[in-house]
């Protein structure tokens, strides 16, 4: 089967679900108004609260979400051929993933812009809404320790994107100045200082030729460094930081997506992976963990985080909650099509697959499923002219950017759920932003450097895939209930709700016995993983009484 024709059926479907799917979703089911209030105009506050031009909030949204997992997971996934992986990442995102996304978003900005947990509160009860936010919490705790291992191994692995990613963020702070201190438009400074991004990836390496100490710093040490600037970072307006650094990231992921799309067109490879393979040495089975294991590229708890944690207070006109919400998903959707095609007609030849996905083993270990990645999808640039190097650079950095994008988003939202629980609960230091974001980020500090030798962020990981969807799927059932009190059909997020929820409770019900089984080494993962379950069947339980029980207040 030929890559590219592959690529242009999903975008086909892509374009589809977005001109009728997410019309439908918008007009009839969320009834957006252009005239409707925000929560960025009613408590714009210049830190959280801030309104937005949709083009820069959609780059924020998109480079949040879009972290290194649409990468990795597809890029495991394909162990188990590429036609279940690529199946998934088209009608998960089309039906499931970007309506999550979209639904999480409308529901924050029509409750004040805040989280998809608080809201739960008002929706569910009280309860709900701290079991939520826990879990909320447990999984923003995860993401940044195992999110900062990750950066820390690539700054180690690849000294020479360093460079790039402190030129970035100096830029982003840069153009935040010029665009909100000094009132020029956007777009056209953000590409002057995108242009000086890509003139530092080129310059990594002259750099760690000049300062070869850098390379002498250990992974723990780049994890610490890592928390300190999400620290800063989860303070700072949004503005000044995030805003324009993901604006600056959406563009190298356009460029790269560009790039790669022109690389497929052009080399047209045939996928040397076969459709499917059932049964991978030491793989679990294909049903239920295709479903958690290709999380971001498909559908993602954490992205429910993002649309109320971070993009409902900036969001301008209700309007843009389509563009922003549904299409961020698709163009994160469009990236994990992409690791799909890169990891399996990337290589030159079927043997040379089969030697990459020779076991589970092989294909779960972190340098082997980003070099899939990196290493495919820069044989594709490469046929445009571009040294296999240096596309093999640009690639690396953008993943790394990614991971950086989603590391300073959690940051803020780890902050930002701390603050809700302290005022549910009276505790008043959290609802300073320093107090709340120096416990959040203390707090993964913590397990990122004393458990497992300084990996506990990596070895907690296989709880992040079971524990995102979950989160998903208690979204989807929050939003279900909501609808339903508007006098609204459930069926469009009910129905995606049980299939997430019943998928991914299999897959940790499977996890836990593998845990127990090794207790005495898996202790952590297994308490861990039982609590989050036990919080996920309370929550669900409770919601679905509540779902049951209520009755339509119009149907207006």
Partial sequence: MNAATLAAIVLVAFALGYRFYAGFLAEKIY????????????????????????HVLWGHHFASIAGAAPIVGPSIAVIWGWGPALIWVCLGTVFIG????????????????RSIGDVAGDVVGDRVRTLFLVIISLLTWV???????????????TPSSIFPINVQIVVAMTL????????????????????????????????????????QLSITNWVVLLLVYSFIASVMPVWLLLQPRDYLNSHQLITGLVLLSAGLAALRPEVVAPVLNEAPEGAPSLIPFLFVTIACGAISGFHGLVSSGTTSKQLDRMTDARPIGYGGM???????????????????????????????????????????????????????????????TFMAVMVIAFAATSLDTGARIQRLVLAELGEAYGVKPLSNRFIAGAVGIGAALLLAVTQGGGQGGLALWPLFGTTNQLVAGVTLLVVSIWLKRQGRPVVYTLVPMVAVAAVTAW??????????????????????????????????????????????????
């Fill in 507 to 556: 897959a940790m019900i499977g996890n836990l016995l593998d845990y127990y089984a090794n207790f005495e080494t898996l202790w952590l993962l297994s308490l861990s993983g039982t609590l989050v379950l036990a919080l996920d069947v309370w929550i669900l339980l409770e919601g679905l009484r509540v779902l049951r029980d209520t009755q339509p207040e119009s149907t207006a």
């Fill in 176 to 215: 935040g100045w010029l665009v909100y201190k000094r009132g020029l438009p956007m777009f056209v400074p953000s590409l002057v200082c995108y242009a000086g991004l890509l003139f530092a990836i080129f310059q990594g390496q002259t750099f760690v030729d000049a300062f070869p100490a850098i390379t």
């Fill in 330 to 392: 698709l163009a994160e959707g469009f990236l994990g099509l992409m690791a799909v095609l890169a990891a399996t007609a990337g290589f030159a030849t079927a043997d040379e697959w089969w030697a990459h996905y020779a076991s589970w083993g092989a294909a779960n270990g972190l340098p082997a499923k980003l070099d899939a990645f990196v290493s495919g999808g820069a044989s594709f640039v490469e046929v445009l002219g571009i040294p296999f190097e240096s596309a093999r």
């Fill in 98 to 113: 970007a309506a999550h996304d979209f639904s999480a978003l409308v529901i924050s900005a029509r409750h004040q812009g």
């Fill in 31 to 54: 009834r957006l108004r252009e005239d409707e209030p925000v929560p960025s105009r009613e408590f714009e506050d210049g830190v959280d609260y801030v309104p937005t031009k949709r």
């Fill in 143 to 157: 993401v940044l320790a195992v999110f900062a291992y990750i950066i820390a191994t690539l700054f180690v692995s």
